[in-house]
């Protein structure tokens, strides 16, 4: 059987750090387990809780991934790829989507063993526990709050005054767009102010 092709991906938060203990560990690893490193990706700078549009290597090497460059995905640590449950389990679905695992060296996990993929489906269950909860919370806020007479959505400055201005300036073919313009409100409210007034 050919050995895996593995890249490998080391982060630090400031640029004046270095990625070179992250590389030589993932290297040893590497060496020890038989796997060919095809790419190291490397971003310098960039803190965990940035998402993959704002860390550039990491972008590049999920394209990488999508396109079969590697079967395996080497990092120092799990809060190298993402600070994130959330993020870190979309990341790990995408990848086991196009068939690349992950190995994590300080949580010895690595998605190639049975026991690995058990610990991310435990994680993939309790990300979306989390997300229900937080989900309940805002519904039970929003309840609340409508119950106590708090008027929800975006203030808006429509009162007699401003639906009175309305009707005279339509009377007058001001085109909508352009009362929306003066009067600060949006279309939407104007054509019901309109049609409430017919």
């Known amino acids: 059987m050919d050995s895996p092709r593995v890249a490998i ?3 630090v938060s400031t640029p004046n750090q270095t990625t070179d203990n992250q590389r030589i560990s993932l290297e040893q690893v590497a060496a020890l387990r038989g796997w060919t490193i095809v790419e190291i990706y490397s971003d310098h700078g960039f803190s965990g809780s940035k998402g993959r549009a704002d860390r550039p290597d990491l972008d590049r090497m ?7 460059k590697f079967d395996l995905i080497a990092v120092w640590s799990l809060d190298r790829l993402g600070r994130s449950l959330q993020h ?6 995408e990848l086991q989507s196009v068939g690349v695992d992950l190995y994590m060296h300080q949580q010895a996990l690595d998605t190639t063993t049975p026991a690995g993929k058990l610990a991310f489906s435990i994680f993939g269950a309790f990300a979306e526990f989390e997300k229900s909860l937080i989900v309940e919370r805002v519904r039970a806020g929003l309840e609340r709050a409508k119950r106590n007479g ?6 808006s400055n429509l009162n007699d005054t401003v639906r ?3 009707v005279a300036l339509r009377a007058k073919d001001v ?4 009362i929306a313009s003066q009067l600060k409100v949006g279309t939407g ?3 019901s102010v309109l ?3 017919a």
Do not use: F, H, Q
Not at 62 to 68: I, Y
Not at 88 to 93: D, P, R
Not at 175 to 178: A, G, P, Q, V
């Open 150 to 155: 708090v008027k929800l959505g975006r203030p």
């Open 88 to 93: 870190l389990i979309e990341t790990v679905n």
């Open 195 to 197: 049609a409430a007034a």
């Open 189 to 191: 409210t104007i054509c």
């Open 62 to 68: 999920l394209k990488d991934a999508v396109r079969g």
């Open 9 to 11: 991906y080391t982060r």
């Open 175 to 178: 085109s909508i767009r352009t």
């Open 164 to 166: 009175a201005a309305i």
